[in-house]
């Protein structure tokens, strides 16, 4: 079992993203994507992700078919009516299904939360530590090609 720190870098490779900070969350039961937007749009759900100030924004709509509402708690545990999709994400090399509600964390300090859901049974956290997915794939990615200079 992978150990993850109270922060990551993770990779979304369904939406396209890399790299993008998560809180390690284990108060929260359900994870969250920043989404300024969402609105139904012929029967399928279109979101912007993340917002201009971001680095990684796009200003890219997606588009679900699939996808639910629900009453979800926020960090003050009112309930809030929250659109739900199902994407990937990436930790330690391991692609995972889960669940991400959409909701607008512009005003906190990561754009993704990753919850109990998610990290039940597949990771221990030590808050002591952060980002050791990330660097996890720093070194095991090739480097640069060098060239042998004696050649």
Not at 25 to 40: P, V
Not at 101 to 108: D, E, I, M, P, T
């Amino acid at each position: 079992m992978e150990t993850l720190g109270r922060s990551d870098r993770v990779d979304l490779p369904g939406l396209g993203l890399t790299d993008i900070q998560a809180k390690i969350d284990t108060g929260a039961y359900t994870s969250s994507l920043h989404c300024l937007s969402a609105e139904i749009v012929g029967g399928e759900l279109e979101f912007v992700l993340l917002d201009d100030e971001h680095p990684e924004f796009t200003g890219m709509k997606y588009r679900f078919k699939r996808f639910s509402q629900r009453e979800i708690k926020n960090s003050f545990g009112e309930a809030e009516m929250r659109f739900v999709i199902k994407t990937k994400v990436k930790l330690f090399g391991q692609v995972i299904r889960a669940e991400f509600s959409l909701s607008n964390r512009g005003n906190l300090k990561f754009p993704v939360l990753l919850g109990r859901k998610i990290l039940r049974h597949r990771f221990l956290i030590d808050v002591t530590k952060k980002d050791l997915s990330f660097n996890h794939k720093q070194m095991s990615s090739p480097g640069p090609a060098t060239q042998d200079p004696s050649i």
